[in-house]
């Protein structure tokens, strides 16, 4: 934590100062953590140190311990450091102008999956800077289970996926800035079996490359696919490409340096360890080397140049594990264990930190959400969502106009007369419900 103060000058010293001061107090300012701006600062005041070093107010920084009138504040700072460490349930009061979050430049979307036995339409966000999911109060019109997310630009595509009873084809598009779903032009891809119907994508894979949206594999109701069809948002038209080598449905897929990574999922009859990579420059799919584990319901991202697979049901369990694929050495190594087991999980990467979110553990939904940092190559938790769910899907959706809709907004304090808004997080919306009823394989 640290304050501004203002010091005595000319007119141009003071302004400089406000201006400084003015950036540093905005809750617009994006920063992944408060030392880079502390940094800033000190950088600031090392170009004119001897005016600038009264500024500043960090306890254990020289130029606070000489500064008269930072001492009132690293007081009231470490007061309340310490009623935090002296009860760890005590919930954050983020009217608090020392805890108040900034408001983030990006937002994690959370949409639909599997919950309580059957599919949900909820959407929730999560601010990564209040460490705090929202409900949206703008929900799809149906609800819809392992089918794919991505984000263009201020609009998130909704792709395949099963409702319980249909299996879809379909494509839905939610503007997060208008508060509309519409939907889009369906996949009409054709399998050589099923020439006379349109493709429906149940545990579809989904990427993003060069603007196009690609929809990889899943499964229709009859068969695992290794089809593959592109969409381009902007004539709003499914093509065909390329055929993955295998049948793969309940896989993952991400996107590295111009390609598309594919892993894991289940053809049918087994677990999958291999993966495949697809160039658009040669329009060809190539195997790479298998993975250490088999997995399907995987999560797979790209994370600092590396392809991670995690978690995921071997055929037996679920695991708990990671590996990363390293595209130079072409070889898969181990990465330190998840806390929780999980298959059908949501993964994304938000403040440069890998998300893994809900799932299913081999015995009920999740909604357990935890993040690999890689500096210190380790897992955290972070907050659960509000609902159990497995079966979702993710994606980021970054500089929001409206963004302020989307975040976490802390309760108002006690008012005059007495009444008061509860400071503690909402309980879950559904009680954790083993899975019972599910369309395919890595639940059953």
């Known amino acids: ?52 070093k009264g500024c500043l107010g960090v306890k254990s920084h020289p130029y606070v311990r000489e500064s008269e009138p930072a001492k009132p504040i690293v007081i009231e700072t470490l007061k309340f450091l310490y009623d935090l460490d002296m009860d760890d349930k005590k919930e954050v009061d983020m009217n608090n102008p020392i805890a108040r979050p900034r408001v983030p430049y990006e937002v994690l979307f959370v949409i639909g999956g599997w919950s309580g036995g059957s599919p949900t339409n909820m959407v929730e966000t999560y601010d990564t800077r209040a460490d705090r999911w929202v409900v949206c109060e703008n929900p799809d019109s149906g609800p819809r289970a392992y089918h794919g997310t991505v984000a263009v630009g201020f609009k998130i595509y909704v792709i395949g996926g099963f409702d319980g009873v249909e299996y879809f084809n379909n494509c839905r598009v939610f503007d997060p800035v208008l508060k509309v779903w519409q939907e889009a032009a369906p996949m009409h891809a054709k399998g050589d079996s099923y020439k006379s119907r349109s493709e429906c994508r149940c545990y579809v894979s989904v990427a993003l490359l060069n603007d196009f949206i690609y929809a990889m594999g899943g499964f229709d109701g009859h068969v695992r696919q290794n089809s593959v069809e592109r969409y381009n948002p902007a004539t709003n038209q499914w093509s065909l490409v390329q055929p993955m080598n295998h049948q793969r449905s309940d896989a993952r897929a991400t996107t590295l340096e111009g390609k598309i990574y594919i892993c894991g999922g289940f053809n049918g009859q087994e677990c999958l360890s291999s993966a495949e990579m697809y160039d658009p420059d040669t329009r060809q799919w190539t195997l790479l080397n298998p993975m250490r584990n088999r997995r399907s319901g995987i999560g797979v991202i790209a994370y600092h140049g590396c392809i991670y697979a995690l978690g995921g049901f071997n055929g037996i369990t679920r695991m708990n594990t990671g590996e990363r694929y390293c595209p130079q050495t072409r070889q898969w190594t181990p990465i330190p264990e998840m806390y929780s087991p999980r298959s059908n999980f949501a993964t994304e990467i938000i403040d440069d930190m890998l998300f893994a979110i809900g799932g299913f553990n081999g015995v009920t939904t999740i909604f357990n959400v935890e993040c690999y940092d890689i500096n210190a190559d380790e897992w955290y938790d972070a907050t659960d969502m509000s609902l159990y769910r497995s079966a979702l899907s993710a994606c980021v959706v970054r500089g929001l106009p409206n963004i302020q809709d989307y975040i976490y907004q802390p309760p108002q304090r006690e008012s005059n007369s007495g009444q008061s808004s509860s400071t503690s997080p909402p309980p879950p919306l559904v009680s954790n419900t083993t899975i019972t009823i599910h369309p395919g394989e890595s639940e059953a």
């Open 1 to 52: 934590m640290f304050h501004v103060q203002g010091i005595s000058g000319t007119h141009s010293d003071s302004v400089s100062v406000l201006q400084v001061s003015e950036v540093l107090e905005s809750d617009q300012l994006n920063v992944r953590n408060e030392e880079l701006v502390f940094d800033a600062v000190c950088r600031w005041i090392d170009f004119d140190r001897e005016r600038r």
